[in-house]
């Protein structure tokens, strides 16, 4: 079955970095977009990055230029790389894929950025 197992996530002072890992299994990983996406305490999940099977990115305004997503398709993990971090992304960061119209989620991992 579709497994999504993120791991990185911390504790870190603003402005300092995380790597963030997603290692998926059960699926033909290479042929399926990835997002991740995050959840703050109160607020609605909100997606952060995606990359298409060609590699192909977007992100969300509030993290351009700070973020990276890449993707390993012999590893069959994605990344998201956090730069520059900032108290506001504060989050549950969760890894995404959608399967035949359904969505597949991991169990999320925490990012806390202290001022």
Do not use: H
């Amino acid at each position: 079955q579709v497994q999504l197992v993120e791991s990185g996530g911390d504790l870190v002072q603003a402005g300092g970095s995380l790597r963030l890992s997603c290692a998926a299994s059960g699926f033909i990983f290479s042929s399926k977009a990835m997002g991740w996406y995050r959840q703050a305490p109160g607020k609605q999940r909100e997606v952060v990055a995606t990359v298409n099977s060609g590699g192909r990115t977007n992100y969300a305004d509030s993290v351009k230029g700070r973020f990276t997503i890449s993707r390993d398709n012999v590893k069959n993990t994605v990344y998201l790389q956090m730069d520059s971090l900032k108290p506001e992304d504060t989050a549950v960061y969760y890894c995404n894929t959608r399967i035949y119209f359904s969505d597949y989620w991991g169990q999320g991992t925490q990012v806390t950025v202290s001022p």
